[in-house]
């Protein structure tokens, strides 16, 4: 069985927790509305600080309008509305690989 390297392991920890995240808030969305709006909180502090500078970015664009508008089930909402932080996330996934590499001596930047 091949080892993970440090930092495949704190990339692929920190996507699981964020793919966790998504579920909770599609399901959050899905049954229970009420107090669904506070997931987006979660969502924003886990993807952080990208979630700060993409925000605005992707308001701009209208995606945020486009799934308000089209979008018909709950499920589908909060899964859309994780999509727009998926950037965020693979940016700290990236953030978290590099470091991993640099703990473990630089062997696996080759």
Do not use: E
Not at 45 to 61: E, V
Not at 62 to 88: E, K, N, R, S, T
């Amino acid at each position: 069985m091949k080892r993970f390297k440090p930092g495949s392991k704190w990339a692929l920890i920190y996507l699981v927790i964020f793919m966790v995240y998504v579920l909770v808030a599609v399901c959050s969305i899905a049954f229970d509305s009420a107090t669904s709006l506070l997931v987006g909180i979660l969502g924003a502090i886990i993807t952080l600080p990208w979630s700060l500078l993409l925000g605005p970015i992707l308001d701009s664009l209208g995606y945020i309008a486009w799934y308000d508008q089209f979008v018909g089930h709950p499920a589908v909402y909060g899964g859309l509305a994780a999509i727009g932080l998926l950037p965020g996330a693979l940016v700290n996934a990236c953030i978290l690989y590099y470091l991993g590499a640099r703990a473990d001596g630089g062997k696996q930047l080759d």
